[in-house]
C-alpha cells in the first residue's frame, strides 16, 4: 500500500475523529441535547471502525509528525474563535473536510473504505444542520418561560403593538394562530413577526402550517391534534423546524414522543375563551407529562403548558409541579386580550417565579 496514501488516510482519520469529538462536546455541554450527543457519537465510532478496516497499526506506522510540513503551516483565522458556536461551526468544516479527503483517497484501497466514509460524511452534513440551527432553537425553547399565542380578532390593540409589547415584556416566543388568514395575508404576518421576533432574540412558532413555517423562516410549527402528523409536517417543514405536538391525554404525549416531536402541548389546563367546548384536563396532566418525559430515556423535551393560563392561576401550575421539572406556559388572551399586554405577561411570569434568580 502506498506509504503517502497511507498518510493522508491517517491524518484525515484523526483530523475527522477531533472534529467529532468537539461537535459532541457541544451537543452535550452547550446544547444539552442527549439525542444528538448519541448520533454524533455513533459517528465518531463508525469512523473508528473504519480505521480498524484500513488497518490500524499500518497508519499508526505511516504516522511521521515531525517530518510533517503542515504542522506549521497556519492562517491568522485558524486561532481566533468569537463563540462556542464559532468553534462548533470550525469543527463541523474540518470533520467534512477531512471525511472527503479519506473518500477520495480511500478509492485507491482494495477494502470498501470510500463507500463507508461517504455514508457518514452524509451524516455529518445534517448533524451539522442539527448542531447549528436547530440545536440553538431547542435550547432557547428550553429557556423560553412563557409563549404567547397571537390572534388579531382577540388582541384589544393593534396586533403589532401587542406583539412588540409581549416580547418586551419578556416572552419567549410568539405563536402565530390565525386560522381563517388567507394564506398571502398569513405569509405576510409570519415575515413580520420573524422580524420582530428575532430582533428581540424570541422564537416565531406558526400554528399548523408548516409550509408557512418554512417560507417565513420561522423557528417551528405547532400541530394539533387534528393536523399533519409529525413525520410529515418535517417533510414540508424542513429538518431545522421545530415542530411541536398537541396532547390531552397519556396516550397523546407517548406518541408526541414516538413521533419525534421536538416539543409538547400539553392542555388544556384551565377552561379557555378560545376553546369553550374542549374538556379540561387541569395540572394533573402536566405532572403527569413532565414524569412521562423525564421517564423517556435520553429525553429533554420541553414541555408547554396551554389552555386558559392567566397570572390568577399560573401560581397553581408551578405548586403543582414543584420538583417535578421545568415546563414553560402559552397564554392567549389573558395577555393579547388585556388592556396591558406586557403587565399581563409580566405578572404571569411573576406568578412562575421566572422573574427571579434561580437558586
Known sequence: MDAAILRILDANLNRAREGLRVMEEHARMVLNDARLTAEIKQLRHELAEVGRLI????????????????TTITTASEGVRDSAEAVAAAACKRAAESLRCMEEYGKTLAVDVAARVEAIRYRVYTAEQSLLLTGPRRRK???????????????RRPWRDVAVAVLEAGAGAIQLREKAMPDAALLERAVALRELTQARGALLIINDRPDIARLSG??????GRDDLPVPAARAIAGPTVMIGATAHDEREIADALTAGADYLGVGPMFSSPTKPAVSVNGPGLLKRSLEIVGSASGSKMPVVAI???????AASLAESCRGGGRFSVAVCQGAIGAPDPAAAVRAVLHALGADRPSA
Open 55 to 70: 488497518g490500524s497499526s499500518q497508519l499508526l506506522a505511516s504516522r511521521d509528525t515531525p517530518g510533517d510540513v503542515g
Open 141 to 155: 425553547l428550553a429557556e423560553a418561560k412563557l409563549h404567547v399565542l397571537l390572534t388579531a380578532s382577540l388582541c
Open 307 to 313: 389552555g386558559g393560563v392567566n397570572a390568577t392561576n
Open 218 to 223: 420561522a423557528d417551528g410549527v405547532h400541530l
